[in-house]
């Protein structure tokens, strides 16, 4: 027998048992189910076992680690099931799982080979649900790496081949589901009966594999399509596929080649042309008041002074305006659950004084320009003004500037609103996705080390609260935009490299962000790192590691 001590208390348990069994009898979770384990502090799969005394705190889909190890395993038991449905057909199509839509995943096969369509989902849909009442086993196999590039080029699956070609990693890991396996990059869940929640919706030229949410794990959202996220998302896969840079592999393939200036200039030209098309919009529709949102790290600040310099080129005149300077005095500030200010609620806005303001601009008045000044926690004024010309455009920005209280007071038409975010289009391989989150994390460990002297692990702590707020007040209102514009580069991961790697090696192995900052370690080792010096001084990534010619 050996111990087995879990919040505190101890349990006797026979030696080689495994954590799954361990969690089945003695783990509680209110929400979701249990699906990872730490084991002396280290992440681990339930069909590991304990052969020594140990602590163990088990993972549930409630949290970001364990629901991404639903999330993952439910793409392959989805993989499974198309092979089968189509093995049937006579036919085989090649899946791509591209982005994150609709609280799910938006996924396309090769049309070439097959058609979406609602009778084909059924049929897909209804064999996942025969594998997970069969409750499979899903199983880990180690292979050297070489043995895993010549078994997935047998295949005829070259994604894999080509991003394992780059891997300095001697051994790497298979999962198996009843005879179809495949790569991905994490842990996953014990078997198929685990994954419960999911359902398939035709959309475009493809469809979306639903999945719950960390907050009701057990409960599937509504479909509700995203149409001009979705543009914006299959925009920027199109560049991708363009390039021949749509994945990890591709990418690692041009900077092998010497091709990665050349892809820098061109994902920089197709980037400038797109906020050219914006301000040409912006003329052609006579705005006057321009609304700029997005999450954390999405780019906002340079994003706006190059939408400036097009606006000026069309012979307008943009003047800059933060929502920050409209905050309410300190003392105003609404308070959070926890007691802290809550600097990212509407509430601390005064969204009357700005929408007094903007209103008197908009009828030709001069008014006086607020600055807060976050030192003492006040609105100033310092004898700045404004007035409007002819040819004049106010240019917004702040978290609030899609949500239609924060400019309820303007005329309609005289609003154009812009939603940005770094919408990563770049894939580990065909069935591998990169999260948007992680793109913009990193940017922000990046940029606080090096503007504000944070930690990466000070970043890191704050990232769920920054998160909650994004949920709460930006993405809701996502869709209210006029036009979204996308500032992730293709290349950027490889850029960002050997500045992020070095901040996220200082974080100690016994701080609670150390297996975030490892599991981001991991996912960088996929890339080829270059240097910056070829990056333009104008580019949204000179934001974050330096260098730019706007005042960021």
């Known amino acids: 027998m050996v111990k087995v001590t879990m919040n505190g208390k101890a349990y006797e348990v026979e030696k080689g048992t495994t954590l799954e069994s361990i969690a089945k009898q003695y783990g509680t979770c209110e ?77 396309e096969l090769d049309r070439s080979a097959v058609t979406v369509t609602p009778e084909l989902l059924k049929e897909v849909e209804n064999r996942m649900k025969e594998l997970r009442e069969a409750d499979i086993k899903i199983v880990k196999s180690t292979y050297k790496s070489h043995d895993v590039m010549k078994r997935f080029e047998k295949q005829g699956r070259m994604d894999k081949v080509q991003l394992f070609k780059y891997r300095r990693a001697s051994n790497a890991n ?38 719950p949410e960390r907050k009701n794990p057990d409960v599937l959202p509504d479909f509700v399509p995203q149409n001009k996220l979705f543009q914006v998302l299959k925009q920027s896969d199109d560049w991708g596929v363009m390039l021949k840079v749509d994945t990890v592999g591709g990418l ?31 003329k052609e529709e006579d705005k006057k ?36 300077n409209y905050f309410v005095d300190r003392e105003r500030t609404p308070k959070d659950e926890d007691g802290n200010y809550d600097f990212e609620c509407l509430e601390a806005v005064d969204v009357a004084k700005f929408n007094e303001d903007m209103a008197c601009l908009l009828r030709g008045e001069e008014i006086q320009m607020p600055t807060f000044n976050f030192l003492i926690g006040k609105r100033e004024y310092k004898g700045n003004t404004l007035k409007l010309e002819e040819n004049d455009v106010l240019v917004i920005e702040g978290i609030h500037g899609l949500n239609p209280k924060m400019s309820e007071g303007l005329p309609q038409d005289s609003k154009f609103k812009i939603y940005i975010s770094a919408l990563t289009q770049l894939n580990v391989d065909e069935h591998n996705r990169i999260a948007t989150t992680d793109g913009r994390l990193i940017r922000r460990i990046v ?50 490299k050997p500045y992020v790697e070095p901040l996220l090696f200082a974080i100690p192995r016994e701080a609670a962000e150390y297996q975030e900052a490892k599991r981001l370690l991991k996912f960088l080792d996929y890339f080829l790192g270059v240097s910056s010096e070829n990056i333009p001084n104008n580019s949204i990534l000179r934001e974050f590691v330096g260098g730019s010619c706007f005042p960021v």
């Open 447 to 496: 940029r606080d080390a090096r503007t504000r002297g944070n930690s990466a692990q000070r970043t890191i702590a704050m990232w769920d609260s920054v998160r909650r707020g994004e949920e709460q007040n930006i993405f809701p209102f996502q869709e209210e935009a006029d036009v979204m514009f996308n500032s992730a580069l293709i290349y950027e991961l490889s850029v960002i």
């Open 31 to 107: 929400k979701g189910e249990i699906v990872l384990a730490y084991q002396n502090g280290h992440l681990c799969e339930l069909y590991r076992t304990v052969t020594t005394d140990c602590d163990v705190e088990f993972v549930d889909t409630t949290n970001k680690i364990g629901l991404s190890s639903y999330k993952r395993s439910m793409i392959l038991m989805m993989m499974k099931a198309f092979r089968d449905v189509l093995k049937n057909k006579g036919t085989k199509g090649r899946i791509r799982v591209l982005f994150s839509l609709s609280k799910g995943f938006y996924c």
């Open 289 to 324: 008041v321009i609304l700029i949102a997005g999450p954390s790290s999405s780019g906002k600040t340079s994003f706006s002074h190059r939408l400036s310099i097009q606006l000026r080129a069309l012979g307008l005149s943009p003047h800059p305006i933060a929502l920050d």
């Open 174 to 211: 298979v999962y198996r589901l009843e005879g179809f396996e495949d790569y991905y990059y994490g842990f996953m869940v014990p078997s198929t009966g685990y994954l419960r929640c999911f359902a398939l919706h035709a959309y475009e030229d493809g469809f979306v594999l639903q999945l």
């Open 252 to 282: 690692n393939d041009a900077i092998a080649a010497g091709g990665i200036n050349d892809l820098m200039l061109v994902q920089e030209a197709l980037q400038e042309s797109n906020v050219a098309a914006i301000a040409r919009r912006i």
